[in-house]
Structures are given as C-alpha cells and as structure tokens.
C-alpha cells in the first residue's frame, strides 16, 4: 500500500513535550541564555546559521564543549565541506530538496551533512545495518534528489549493498564512497 502526500506537508510533527526536549531546544535556550541570541522559531536559527556562519560554527565548538587542534573553520568551512556543496549545487540541489545518506557514521557522513545543511536541502540518513529494504522504503517516501552511500559494508559477518536503482523514479545523482577500513 503507497500513501501520497501533497508536497509541502509534514508526514510527522512533534508534541510540544517533545520539541521542549529536543537538542535543538536546549541549543537555541543555550544560545538566548550564553550569546544573547533569540529566535522564536526553528526557521529564524536556520536564516542565521546560514547568515553568521563563523558565529553559528563557533556557538556549536563552544555549545558542545569540542576541543581540536584545528579550528572549526578550517576544518570543516574553508577544506572539505565547500567542494562537496559545489558538487551538490552542480547537481541542481536547492533549498528544500531532499539529500539522503546511506552511510555510517563517519567523517564523510558529517561533511555530507553539513554541505547539504549549507544549502538548506533536508537531510535523512540510515546506517547500513538497518538492512535494504527498510532503507529503501524510508528514502522512496522523501524523493531523494541526491544519495550518497557506501558500496558495502560488513558487520557482524552480513554484507549489505547500497542498490541505487531503487530510488530511480526520483533520483537525480547517486555518490558512492568507498567504505571505511
């Protein structure tokens, strides 16, 4: 059985118990409380996050309490994450367009994320071991425009595939990382 949804419409929304205790609740009161900053809805954090980019990166380095020996900048901002946003504006992903990620966690994982959140696109990610067929049907209901995926992974002696032929009624682009050793 295939359910359709008119575009724009959420196939989910939280209680109000659970947005209070959501991350990002605690982020943007963290934020009001330590940095002065107020935004009365999710979408007001979104426009400054892309707005003061140094500013939101160096609340989440501070929020989080992350020590590196690099700054945050020049790790994430100024090396890896703008090729992969050129890559994904190349391929026509725009604000609202749905990037989905078929990896584990990873490094790779996070820069993915991160260009895809620079963009404004939604993002939706599965670990490879929630098996094929789960995956496929979580992605199938958001219309990926673009997935990114490892070729295999091995855990606990089961291989799984990504199969990106699945997605090929609303897939634009596909991206295969190889797997992590």
């Known amino acids: 059985m295939t359910a359709s949804f008119a575009a724009g419409t959420p196939l989910w929304e939280p209680s109000e118990e659970v947005k209070q205790k959501a991350n990002v609740t605690q982020y943007i009161q963290w934020l009001a409380r330590e940095k002065g900053l107020t935004f009365q809805i999710y979408e007001e954090l979104w426009e400054w996050s892309l707005s003061h980019l140094e500013d939101f990166w160096a609340s989440l380095w501070d929020y989080f309490h992350i020590q590196a020996v690099q700054s945050y900048s020049t790790v994430l901002v100024e090396r890896t994450m703008p090729g992969v946003a050129h890559a994904l504006r190349s391929m026509g992903v725009q604000r609202g367009d749905r990037v989905v990620s078929y990896m584990g966690n990873s490094p790779e994982t996070l820069i993915a994320f991160l260009a895809t959140a620079s963009l404004g696109a939604v993002w939706s990610s599965c670990s ?47 991206t295969d990382t190889p797997p992590r050793t």
């Open 128 to 174: 490879p071991d929630f098996g094929t067929s789960s995956v496929i049907d979580r992605f199938k209901q958001i219309e990926p425009k673009v997935l990114f995926a490892v070729e295999n992974v091995d855990e606990y002696d089961e291989s799984h595939r990504c199969r990106t032929e699945w997605f090929a009624g609303s897939l634009a682009h596909s």
